[in-house]
């Protein structure tokens, strides 16, 4: 493959285009619309999964040959899928619900040749263990980094590393909503070499 080739990443999160920019790729970044409503009896990981794709194959026909990027992040804890918050005192209670305890992030990434339709996946699992947190420090941390928009309400790239005890996974980045070290192994099977 031309390495050339351009690229878009499907995604309108400046986390991602952040990350992204970090392996000194050339990009454009689209925002796919796209239905994230998670369907009956799906896995958090075959969610994630699904999302990548879908977000990479709702821009094939604009892009019609390039390579399309496509990420989704599920976090899951106890048997539940934790929602983005969208506000405050939803923020507050899913902290509360999390505190002390571990929450498993799968981001899962999507490579899509939109030429020879050629699709290729990846997942990523972090699991996360939150500090034990008092009802204050948790209405302090959410009144200053607002994570209304991060499924889990916080931004380990912000102040929200102060609320984790422990990480273990085999890329931080994906915690962000990027596994960018399983992104470059997908782009090399592609003919993308970062370092060429």
Known sequence: MDQDKKIILASSSPYRQQLLSKINLKFTAVAPEIDETSEERESAQQ???????NKALMLQQRFDNHLIIGSDQVAYFNGLQLE????RSRSIQQLKMIAGRT????????VLDSQSKTIKT??????VTFRTLSL???E??????KPYHCAGSFKS????IAL?????????????GLPIIKLIDLLTEFGIKILA
């Open 136 to 138: 204050s420090e948790i």
């Open 157 to 160: 790239e912000g102040l929200g």
């Open 164 to 176: 984790i005890k422990k990480i273990d996974g085999d890329d931080p980045n994906s915690l962000i």
């Open 140 to 145: 302090n941390y959410v009144d200053l980094d």
């Open 122 to 127: 990846e997942i990523d699992c972090c699991s």
């Open 84 to 87: 983005k918050p969208g506000n």
């Open 47 to 53: 969610l994630a999964l699904r999302l990548a794709q």
């Open 103 to 110: 929450v498993f992030f799968y981001t899962a990434i999507c």
